[in-house]
């Protein structure tokens, strides 16, 4: 089983600000695989990026994703209100399928 | 408009079974790879199951493989998953997920979830 880690756990930051996400593998992902997801409370995960750096429809630029083998980033380039939520990396090319614990990004 | 809409959840006791139903609608339902993810109270995502386009192929994350059954009617445009077996480290918040293609692919639409408390 691929374990992804996050870090930090939270990130505690202002409007305006950027904000820089982990999310390292325990062995190599395909960048192909590798997902973010984004989540506020009480509503189902919104799909961010795919393979590693690709925006999903619909996501502002301000959005980007990088990393390949074991490491990988999502950025937020300038944290607008509406991004103050639990942001997840996901390996979906090898079964089980596994999502890292989350990185809550909080106002600051 | 895609939309999948999950039912069936609810209180069970320990021991008990109960079977979750996602209606999906808005796209041609059998092209694609479908999965069940849950998410306990105040924690993280967890995948639970994945079933391919015809139904053919399945997998299981190990904490439920032998418990649950994934199956789906692409007749009635519908998923399921029999929950067999229930503990109370089930209790969770239950999502079905769209696979963006048919494959293994990510997860581009979810359902509003469905509640699962298994309690005495």
């Known amino acids: 089983e691929i374990v992804l880690t996050q870090s930090p756990g939270t990130l505690s930051l202002s409007p305006g600000e950027r904000a820089t996400l982990s999310c390292r593998a325990s062995q190599s992902v395909s960048s192909t695989y590798l997902a973010w997801y984004q989540q506020k409370p009480g509503q189902a995960p919104r799909l961010l990026i795919y393979g590693a750096s690709t925006r999903a429809t619909g996501i502002p630029d301000r959005f980007s994703g990088s990393g390949s083998g074991t490491d990988f980033t999502l950025t937020i380039s300038r944290l607008e209100p509406e991004d103050f939520a639990v942001y997840y990396c996901?390996?979906?090319?090898?079964?089980?399928?596994?999502f890292g614990p989350g990185t809550k990004v909080d106002i600051k | 408009e895609v939309q999948l809409v999950e039912s069936g959840g609810g209180l069970v006791q320990p021991g008990g079974s109960l079977r979750l139903s996602c209606a999906a609608s808005?796209?041609?339902?059998?092209?694609?790879?479908m999965h069940w993810v849950r998410q306990a109270p105040g924690k993280g995502l967890v995948w639970v199951s994945r079933?391919?386009?015809?139904?053919?192929?399945?997998s299981y994350a190990d904490s439920v493989k032998g418990r649950f059954t994934i199956s789906r009617d692409n007749a009635k445009n519908t998923l399921y998953l029999q929950m067999n077996s229930l503990r109370a480290e089930d209790t969770a918040v239950y999502y079905c997920?769209?696979?963006?293609?048919?494959?293994?692919?990510?997860?581009?639409?979810w359902g509003q979830g469905t509640l699962v408390t298994v309690s005495s």
């Open positions: 808005g796209f041609t339902f059998s092209s694609y790879w």
């Open positions: 996901q390996q979906h090319g090898s079964s089980p399928l596994t």
């Open positions: 997920a769209r696979a963006s293609s048919s494959g293994w692919y990510p997860f581009d639409y």
């Open positions: 079933i391919n386009s015809d139904g053919s192929s399945t």
